[in-house]
């Protein structure tokens, strides 16, 4: 499973966009990449999912360049709300289905 | 969407004692769920993926003894932590996978269970 690399840690302020940009260049032809949110003391809650280009939905989008060894989760005008952890995960979800989690970027969202 | 639910949400128990942990898929079949866990502040380490009507593969460094999973349906698989010592309180999370091959790549958690021992 490839390995992902993330920024520990970032700071934004309500209304702004935010990208998290994710690392993975070991990442093998079938592996799609996922991002999920996590709260304290939840559960991680899925995002968005992508393979290649670019992905968007009602909550994010999902930019994955050519190459794909690396994504960007782009977060629209965040609010307080979206404070979380954010991980982006690569694997083969369609065969074994096992999900690595790497540390994780914890996003802090200021008034 | 697809909800996955776990029981009990928090348990404390006492060192030496058992404890058994529900995972359930609600409004779908889970082929397959998985078993995480999580220390604070901390990423969620993967502990076994369970497979209905087989044994659970387990992740390196987990003891199977110790961390007992059953898959017996399709809506439920749990996890026993047997003898538990205060190092197993963790935040323990499922996850499940529908079956089908048209949702392969769909998984949901399930909202954790914190377990404390004493």
């Known amino acids: 499973l490839a390995k992902t690399t993330q920024p520990i840690s970032m700071d934004s302020y309500e209304g702004q966009e935010v990208n998290i940009t994710c690392s993975h260049n070991?990442?093998?032809?079938?592996?799609?990449i996922t991002w999920y949110q996590q709260f304290p003391s939840q559960g991680p809650r899925f995002i968005i999912q992508g393979y290649k280009t670019k992905v968007t939905n009602e909550v994010a989008s999902l930019f994955i360049p050519a190459d794909r060894k690396s994504s960007t989760l782009s977060l629209p005008r965040v609010s307080l709300s979206d404070t979380a952890v954010y991980y982006c995960l690569v694997g083969d979800a369609g065969n074994t289905g096992k999900l690595i989690f790497g540390q994780g970027t914890t996003l802090q969202v200021k008034p | 969407g697809a909800v996955v639910s776990q029981h009990p949400s928090r348990v404390i128990c006492k060192s030496g004692t058992s404890v058994k942990i529900e995972c359930r898929s609600l409004?779908?079949?889970?082929?397959?769920m998985f078993w995480y866990r999580q220390f604070p502040k901390k990423s969620l380490m993967l502990m076994a993926t369970?497979?209905?009507?087989?044994?659970?593969?387990?992740e390196q460094g987990v003891e199977k003894d110790k961390f007992l999973i059953n898959h017996a349906s399709l809506t439920l698989s749990t996890l026993t932590v047997t003898s538990a010592h205060p190092e197993d309180s963790s935040f323990y999370i499922c996850?499940?996978?529908?079956?089908?091959?048209?949702?392969?790549?769909?998984?949901?958690f399930g909202p954790g269970t914190r377990l404390t021992v004493t």
């Open positions: 369970s497979n209905e009507g087989s044994k659970a593969t387990y």
């Open positions: 070991n990442i093998a032809t079938n592996d799609y």
């Open positions: 409004d779908f079949q889970a082929t397959t």
């Open positions: 996850s499940a996978r529908p079956g089908g091959s048209g949702r392969a790549r769909e998984q949901y």
